[in-house]
């Protein structure tokens, strides 16, 4: 349990930090946006399919339990996911797209100060915040199973971050955040992933069989994500360029996934 702790707690700092670094370099090179996004977008993709199909998957099917009770947890894990996007999408107006549909504004038309910050901005702090905390009950849940699970789910999470970061940013801008407050709350709700590690960790300590009950929804969730989600988006991009770009990236992302399967 006790390597758990550090492998949980140390994947999330490393994600955290990550992401700030990320997205400084972005505030400083705003184009960098537009050309980095499909990519990324494409890598998350192959990333949380091929963790869910080849390390949750199998990992669920390990254990003594039977299989109407791991197909339900799944089916479970995407309808949450479901419930809980309506439940996000419902605080939003029509008048502002959801993160990853936001584009960034150039340098001129950014506001000069956050003194009239749009609603949108705020609610996708907490948007944000909720959906950090999760990663962070997924990557323990998933490090208490056993560390290849753990690893693999890092890594799938943090494909799918860095896209996700990058549109949080680009909201916080267009609702009025100047560019140093929407960095520092997109780092502040990146950190609330330790909040998710250390109730899951303490929840774990109760609960003994707590991985078996949480990686069907992790499972369930990243179908969701990757199928609902991030391919909608990338098949809005039709150029022959642009589906190279995302057969490369999935492919990649799901070989990735494929090569930990190797590591005990």
């Known amino acids: 349990m006790s390597q758990a702790w550090a492998y949980s707690l140390g994947s999330v700092v490393i994600i955290s930090l990550l992401s700030l670094i990320g997205l400084s370099v972005i505030a400083l090179h705003e184009r960098l946006l537009h050309r980095l996004i499909p990519a990324m977008m494409s890598l998350a993709v192959g990333a949380m399919l091929g963790d869910a199909f080849l390390h949750l998957l199998p990992e669920l099917y390990d254990k003594p339990h039977s299989d109407n009770r791991i197909a339900l947890s799944i089916l479970g894990g995407l309808i949450l996911f479901y419930l809980l996007e309506l439940a996000v999408r419902r605080h939003h107006t029509h008048r502002h797209p959801p993160a990853h549909d936001v584009e960034l504004h150039t340098a001129h038309d950014l506001p000069a100060s956050d003194h009239r910050v749009a609603p949108v901005g705020y609610v996708s702090l907490i948007a944000g915040s909720l959906h950090n905390v999760m990663d962070g009950v997924l990557i323990a849940a998933s490090y208490m199973t056993s560390f290849k699970v ?94 190279i770009v995302q057969l490369v990236g999935i492919t990649l992302g799901v070989l990735v996934m494929l090569l930990l399967t190797f590591i005990e």
Do not use: M, W
């Open 150 to 243: 753990g690893l693999a789910t890092t890594i799938a999470i943090l494909l799918h971050e860095v896209p996700h970061e990058i549109g949080g940013f680009g909201v916080l801008l267009h609702a009025g955040f100047t560019r140093a407050k929407a960095l520092f709350f997109n780092f502040l709700t990146g950190c609330l992933s330790l909040a998710g590690v250390v109730a899951s960790l303490l929840l774990g300590g109760l609960v003994e069989d707590l991985p078996s009950l949480t990686l069907p929804l992790t499972t369930g969730g990243f179908i969701y994500i990757a199928a609902s989600s991030l391919l909608p988006e990338l098949a809005k991009r039709t150029r022959l360029r642009e589906i």
